[in-house]
Each structure stands twice: as C-alpha cells, then as structure tokens.
C-alpha cells in the first residue's frame, strides 16, 4: 500500500524559485530511486530529474537550474527549482521505484508567468 505525495507546487514569477515536496509511505524499506517527472498539456511526460541512492540524474532542460536530494525522513525527496522559465509549467509528478514497480503521487500544478 505505498503511497507517494507531492506538495510545494503554485504560481511564480519566470525567474523565481520554488520548491518541491515527496513524500512516499507504507513501506517499511528505504526506497533507493526516486524521481521527478512532468507534463505540460499537449505533452508527453518527461523526466525532469532522478535520485539513485544519493547519484543524481538530470533532463538536458533543467541542468544548473534544478537540483533534487534526499531528505533525513526515509523516503522523502526534494526538487529545488530556481531561475524558472515559462516553459517549465506543468504537473508536477513524484514516483518512487519498489519491487520492480514504480509508484506515482498526483501531482502538482507548477505555473510560471511574467
């Protein structure tokens, strides 16, 4: 009964900052690859980035720009969003990997505007 739950998403300025929360429960193991991925209406969803017992993956798109990490709580993971751009709007996606099946939150709604 693993659930995964995002939180931290709303409407900034293109340039702001803003961060991202996950949190994935009901399991008693620590869930070693955990990642973000999004989609913007029209799109196909994209893997924006991805955590691998602390190695760190990133989308071409968001290198320099976003950077996600572990937290101290077991299955928790972060995604710092700085210097956003327009075209970085859109859901907003955690999953967590555990025995060969991938594990999905909601979502949430990031908007940047000018």
């Known amino acids: 009964q693993v659930q995964v739950v995002e939180s931290g998403g709303g409407l900034v300025q293109a340039g702001g900052s803003l961060r991202l929360s996950c949190a994935a429960s009901g399991t008693t193991f620590s869930i070693n690859v955990m990642a973000w991925y999004r989609q913007a209406p029209g799109k196909q969803r994209e893997l924006v980035a991805r955590s691998t017992g602390g190695s760190t993956d990133y989308a071409d798109s968001v290198k320099g720009r976003f950077t996600i990490s572990r937290g101290n709580a077991k299955n928790t993971v972060y995604l710092q969003m700085n210097s956003l751009k327009s075209e970085d709007t859109a859901v907003y996606y955690c999953?967590?990997?555990?025995?060969?099946?991938?594990?999905w939150g909601k979502g949430t709604l990031v908007t940047v505007s000018s």
């Open positions: 999953t967590a990997l555990l025995g060969g099946i991938n594990y």
